[in-house]
């Protein structure tokens, strides 16, 4: 299954809300993932079954979607929530991830 | 506290051989199935295997099947994977990843802290 994930890279200033976009190739119901990447360092799971929060994660991280579509929004940026982000399925092995939306300050 | 401590990368020449290993801590890791993924510098992430609780029932992605193999030694919490015929496109960064326990399998919960496999003459 492909996933893609819009936009590529993502302006936004501290305070303000940003939206990132994934979108499957096929329908993969709500087994989807996001996950979080900061530079040099691994992956932090986020939400996982597209709207459920993992243990830690801030309320202001919330995710939506079903079928193809899938948003992740972060309500109120913080300086340490720019980083690069991916969506993975795990609907049908082999499971795959998008291509990544690098969040940098505006 | 879940902790997965990643050892055994390292330069490797084409054609050659490499195992790493993770070992796990925080968790009664016979519980849980365990994947590597690995992300190539500079790119994206791509997943390369999985193993069950068990050790009984392994996945390979095609790009490394027939060269790589995944075990665990749920007598030591370590979980491993042996790379052979290795080829430059199989450079980059290795993590291992738990699975959490839920209804559905694939949710990659806890990630190790990766370890870079450069495979260059």
């Known amino acids: 299954i492909g996933m893609t994930q819009s936009p590529a890279t993502l302006s936004v200033s501290p305070g303000e809300r940003a939206t990132l976009s994934c979108r499957a190739s096929q329908s993969i119901n709500n087994n989807l993932a996001w996950h979080q990447q900061k530079p040099g360092q691994a992956p932090r799971l986020l939400i996982y079954g597209a709207s459920t929060r993992a243990t830690d994660i801030p309320a202001r991280f919330s995710g939506s979607g079903s079928g193809t579509e899938f948003t992740l929004t972060i309500s109120s940026l913080q300086s340490e929530d720019f980083a690069v982000y991916y969506c993975h399925q795990y609907n049908n092995w082999p499971y795959t991830f998008g291509q990544g939306t690098k969040l940098e300050i505006k | 506290e879940v902790q997965l401590v990643q050892s055994g990368g390292g330069l490797v020449q084409p054609g050659g051989s490499l195992r790493l290993s993770c070992s796990a801590s925080g968790f009664t890791f016979i519980n849980y199935a365990i994947h590597w993924v690995r992300q190539a510098p500079g790119k994206g992430l791509e997943y390369v295997s999985t193993i069950s609780s068990n050790g009984d029932a392994t996945y390979y992605a095609d790009s490394v099947k027939g060269r790589f193999g995944i075990s665990r030694d749920n007598s030591k919490n370590t979980l491993y994977l042996q790379m052979s015929s290795l080829r430059a496109e199989d450079t980059a960064v290795y993590y291992c990843?738990?699975?959490?326990?839920?209804?559905?399998?694939?949710?990659?919960?806890?990630w190790g802290q990766g370890t870079l496999v450069t495979v260059s003459s």
């Open positions: 990843v738990r699975e959490r326990l839920a209804a559905a399998a694939g949710i990659f919960d806890y």
